[in-house]
């Protein structure tokens, strides 16, 4: 009993820290922050050089809007939702952006569908039951899902995007 217990905290361990890592190589957070001084700099200079062009009573309103998009242009995701100034395609990047963090959570639970499925497994050898594939079936549909949603959204926004 106590060597099944241990080989599986092991399993789960080992997943665990392998999708720790991951994470941390990908960013794995809902809304992209800035880190770097260049970067914040960039958007306070930008919120600021806007707000000048705004009170200025000499600006015509259509001047200080293609200003506002040539700006918004010229941000990466992460600063145009620091700073408030986006146009009509951060919608669809923060999409992406989004849809690529659901993708690695779901990449986390079939990981732990596919130690579950061993752990089923193993306690049928153990045990001597009949052993069941649901669990394995479960945890590959659940990876194709994930597969072709991706791909989807891929195609998708490559066909907006471009």
Same mark, same amino acid.
């Given at each position: 009993m106590t060597k099944k217990i241990y080989i599986t905290l092991l399993l789960i *361990?080992?997943?665990i820290? =392998? *999708? #720790?890592v991951f994470a941390q190589e990908n960013d794995f957070v809902i809304i992209p922050k800035i880190d770097d001084q260049a970067s914040q700099a960039k958007v306070v200079n930008t919120v600021e050089s806007l707000q000048? =062009?705004?009170q200025n009573p000499d600006t015509a309103k /259509?001047? *200080?809007w293609q200003t506002y998009n040539q700006k918004s242009e010229q941000l990466t995701l992460s600063e145009q939702l620091a700073s408030g100034v986006m146009n009509w395609?951060? =919608?669809l990047d923060y999409l992406v952006y989004f849809i690529r963090f659901l993708s690695q959570i779901s990449l986390f639970i079939w990981g732990l569908?596919?130690?579950y499925a061993g752990y089923k497994y193993a306690t049928t050898v153990f045990t001597g039951e009949a /052993?069941?594939?649901q669990p394995i079936k479960r945890a590959i549909? #659940? =990876?194709l899902v994930v597969i072709f949603s991706y791909a989807i959204m891929r195609i998708v926004t490559a066909m907006f995007l471009s």
């Open positions: *361990f080992s997943q820290s =392998i *999708f #720790w000048k =062009i705004y /259509a001047g *200080f395609d951060t =919608i569908m596919v130690i /052993a069941t594939n549909e #659940w =990876i």
